[in-house]
């Protein structure tokens, strides 16, 4: 720990912080573009300057250093006992003096002269740093008089447009794209006040290499500015408009941690968000732009049942009903009951607990998304697994006792041989192979509770709509055994309800006893009964979850 | 009655002797005799001592000691590299462009020096893509002396190794900066890198790295072969009063000065340090024109001289005691004809098309003051319509109030604070990674400070006018009581 003057505190910081972070750590904002934590420092940006104050012999006295340091490249360091300051600093530095402040006020004006000043359409307005530093360190007046740089808009790759005129230059997303996603598509091209952004081109000007690697929306999230913006989001809906909820992506079994903006009507991006051992400040493009089910128009609003060979719209108490009439004809041998990778901890809780005491059956089926393509990056790994809940899905199905978790083709074969299955699924988008198909289609009854019509949903003879990740709470076990929460962000559509109420109403309906009131409820019972889970209640999984021991 | 002097030429004694350029009429001209002597004579570090007794300092620009410079590489780290500088790009700087054009094998003696004394087995020559000639002419010498084994692998039995490969740039001033030209030679954008670590600690692929310019390497040969002593007598050693006691400030050996202009006979000249503006006009040929109006000292980066300044004499020390430099030795001279605004246009034109673009305040503060200064050149210079209390050298001798009124020139108020916020020229402090800023703003301030008359005219009359030089420029004392203002009590005595 070095003991450093920041202004006119003294504060304790670790061995080897830079000024920029020790300085947020105690609630000062030193502003920068070029720096970003999870990328190398450049310092090109001069934005943060701060004042570091040493001591000069031939005055025998601490003083102003002649020249300012940049923050994001002065590292905090104990000090040999014969070089405190004032007889015990490591460090004396002020993020706030005159020269400082004047430094920002220059170099502000310098980053504005070729700018277009187009924050009213400009996507980042509300959340850009050239913004929010200008209001708070800059100048409110302009003395550039000439005619400014007009460098043109480019089409970078699939998600990612760039706006060059509002580029800084901080080269964050070129050292993104060479250290983390270790591709390095994006370069500078021309030199100094001609400096852009782009990717590689002919000598006509068509793209050789487009920005289209996997991780490439990140670009969009590091660039301090509104040069680079997203295709997807471009003119939905300004940032101050939307509320936000931390939660986990769904996308794969890493479980980036991220946070939901969305607004009524639906979600409207997906932003990474910090966790050290799982995704740093990063997510995939999968991830990202995998919401889109959430607010499609398909979704599944009400519950179907067969009739004449046709699924057709019913109520919630006819949907039970029918279920129970079935179920009151099968022994426990005849029923299978699926849970889902993509559903939470608590609802294949609820799932199991229901197929357990319920219904008395301890056959118990693992669904869910097929295995796609792993991605391995110099910083970031994509998984193949594209379930955000295999492993806690896997554990909590086959946490009562006598419970058999069947997967792939013993689960099929459990299913050929089955009289009713309750096949909670959560993966739509899931193709059926002929097998799966036939063992399916063999059933007498199939009870299907998805968020979207399916080739699943196709076979079933009651349909129940369920949610996706954005309109519930709970929680995903990752690949490495982090627990996470997930939390609800907009209502589900028409009549569609969480997937756990649903089971838990079917059990009700069947005379069981069960009477949960919300997710966290579940969690506890899952923290008693489920071995390894002792400690994930959700107020200690929090927002930085929790890793299983 | 200025007396005559005479030339002293040591590194380019044998310059115009035919074919020198080959290796056998080097060698009859004492050629490699002196790496011999060394390898011979001396241990790596006795060499290292006389350099560093020696006072050389280094010629590419910053006036750094090179013993000094040398001391601060790591001895426990290997490799370690000696990149020569021959990028030589400064405006008005040619002298390292003969000595690579016609006598090659003096700068590879001078590098086999520095790698014996240094334990060094690579060097690099990043030289400058436009001399295609000089780049000829050096990998030629280069071969012939890997053919007589000079160069390679235990050169002449000794155990000694050094490998020397050229390397052309690709045409960028700011690779003549030591990491920007580092950069460049490792295949990067040539982008300068923050300091510190220096190069002598982290310089070539991360490893210790002596820069040197073409001139400060060929000096090595001469300052081993006839001793430290006969070097010390050229150029004045000054007195350091700043420590206590004061310490020696050594300015020794010649300069090759590079003098263009309004001389009858521009050229490379070696003289000792230490000779005044007028001494080198008149060495040059004299003046071309009636009076000198301005002198650039040092490359288009230093603060420029007026005519109340001839006095200056123009070694390292006296120069950054003028506030200014001698820099590259690039030595331009004006006469009464020249419009100093038009000079400055044509500076900043330079320097705007030359910035790396790496930071902010000189990527974009540099265009911006190329532009005011067209804007000015071309008759569209503001000046407020009001005017202000006039400032100036009060009756006390100091800045102050003098009870008349001024115009304000609001287009000079502004040319001076833009460059001083990519640069400040009095607290000499910069917002940049390297000090190309400073390079930016050096001209721009001291053109602007002390031909003030001139710009204000350009303004008030909408066009370029050129005055007579009495009228043209600032007396200097003004021009130091208006500095003063400007420096922070803080500084006065760093
Ligand atoms: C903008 C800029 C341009 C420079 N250009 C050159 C150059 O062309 N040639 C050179 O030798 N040094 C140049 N220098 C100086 C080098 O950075 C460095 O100080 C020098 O090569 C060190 O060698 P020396 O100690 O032998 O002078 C330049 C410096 C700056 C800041
Ligand atoms: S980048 Fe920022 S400052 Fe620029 S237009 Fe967008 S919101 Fe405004
Ligand atoms: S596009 Fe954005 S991230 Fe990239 S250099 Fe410009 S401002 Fe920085
Ligand atoms: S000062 Fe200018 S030349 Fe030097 S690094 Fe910055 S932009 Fe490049
Ligand atoms: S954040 Fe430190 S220089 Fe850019």
Known sequence: ?549 | MIKKIEERRILYEHLDVPDINTFDVFRQYDGYTRFEKAIAEYQPDDIAKMVMDSGLKGRGGAGFSTGLKWSFVPKDIKPCYLCCNADESEPGTFSNRYVLEKNPHLLIEGILICCYAMGIETTYIYIRGEFTLGKKMLDAAIKEAYEKGYLGKDIRGTGLNVDIYSHPGAGAYICGEETGLIESLEGKRGQPRNKPPFPAVEGVFMKPTVVQNVETLCNLPFIVGNGVEWYTQMGPTYADTRSDPPTPDPNTGTKLYCISGDVNEPGVYELDLGLTCTELIEVAGGLRGEEVKAVIPGGSSAPILTHYELDTRLDFTSLTLAKSMLGSGGIIVMNETRNIVDCLLNIMKFYAHESCGQCTPCRWGTPWVRDIVQRIADGNGRKDTITRPKFGVAENGRWGDTGETEDIYEDLDLLESVANNIANVDTMTWNTICVFGIAVSWPAVSYLRKFRPEFEAAIREGKLVTLPVAEATVPPEENYAYQQRFIPKEFADL
């Open chain 1, 1 to 549: 720990m070095a003991l450093v003057k920041l202004n006119d505190l003294e504060v304790e910081v670790e061995d080897g912080t830079n000024v920029v972070e020790a300085a947020r750590q105690h609630g000062i904002e030193v502003p920068h573009y070029c720096y970003h934590p999870g990328l190398t420092r450049p310092a090109n940006c001069r934005m943060c300057l701060v004042e570091p104050h040493v001591f000069f012999p031939p005055a025998g006295a601490i003083v102003p250093d002649r020249q300012l340091a940049t923050g994001c490249t002065t590292v905090l360091r104990t000090a040999p006992p014969d070089r405190k300051l004032d007889g015990k600093y490591d460090f004396i530095v002020y993020t706030d003096s005159p020269r400082v402040k004047k430094a920002r006020e220059d170099i502000l004006e310098f980053l504005l002269v070729h700018h277009p000043l187009d924050c009213p359409v400009c996507d980042q307005a509300g959340e850009c740093d050239l913004q929010d530093y200008s209001y708070r360190h800059g100048s409110d007046k302009s003395r550039y008089l000439e005619v400014k740089n007009v460098p043109p808009k480019k089409d970078l790759g699939p998600d990612v447009l760039l706006y060059s005129t509002r580029c800084v230059v901080c080269t964050r997303c070129i050292r993104f794209c060479d250290e983390v996603a270790g591709s390095g598509e994006l370069g500078l091209i021309n030199r100094g006040s001609h400096d852009e952004i782009d990717i590689p081109r002919s000598h006509e000007g068509t793209p050789i290499q487009l920005l289209d690697n996997k991780l490439a929306g990140n670009v969009v999230d590091i660039c301090p500015v509104g040069a680079l913006i997203s295709k997807d989001f471009l003119f939905k809906s300004r940032p101050w408009f939307m509320d936000k909820a931390n939660s986990v992506c769904s996308g794969c079994s890493v479980g980036c941690n991220i946070t939901v903006e969305y607004k009524a009507d639906g979600v409207y991006r997906l932003k990474p968000r910090f966790h050290e051992d799982i995704n740093q400040h990063w997510m995939c493009d999968d991830g990202r732009l995998g919401y889109h089910y959430v607010n499609s128009d398909d979704r599944l609003q009400l519950p179907l049942k067969r009739v004449d060979d046709e699924l057709t719209p019913t109520h919630w108490a006819d949907a039970l009903t029918v279920i129970q009439e079935q179920l009151s004809e099968v022994t426990a041998e005849d029923i299978v009951v699926i849970g889902s990778a993509q559903a939470t901890n608590e609802d294949n809780y609820v799932l199991q607990q229901f197929a357990h005491d319920v219904l008395q059956t301890t056959q118990l089926g693992l669904f869910g998304q097929l295995p796609g393509e792993a991605h391995k990056f110099p910083q970031f790994t994509i998984e193949a697994d594209k379930n955000p809940n295999t492993a806690g899905a896997r554990t909590i199905l086959g946490s009562a006792n006598g419970n058999v978790v069947l997967e792939d083709e013993a689960l099929w074969e459990k299913v050929s041989n089955a009289k009713v299955v309750y096949l909670v699924s959560g993966a739509p988008e899931r193709p059926l192979e002929d097998a799966e198909k036939a063992a399916l289609e063999s059933v007498e009854f199939l009870i299907v509770q998805d968020v979207l019509p399916s080739e699943v949903t196709q076979l079933a003879d009651v349909v129940l709509p369920g949610t996706t990740f954005a309109e519930k709470d709970g929680t995903f076990t990752n690949s490495t055994g982090w627990v996470q929460r997930i939390r609800k962000t907009i209502d589900p559509p028409g009549e569609a309800r969480v997937d756990w109420e649903i089971t838990q109403q079917l059990a009700k309906q069947l005379g069981g006893e069960m009477n949960y009131h919300f997710a966290g409820e579940i969690a506890l019972a899952i923290t008693e009964n489920v071995p390894g889970y002792a400690d994930a209640t959700h107020q200690n999984i929090g927002d930085a979850g929790i890793k299983l021991t």
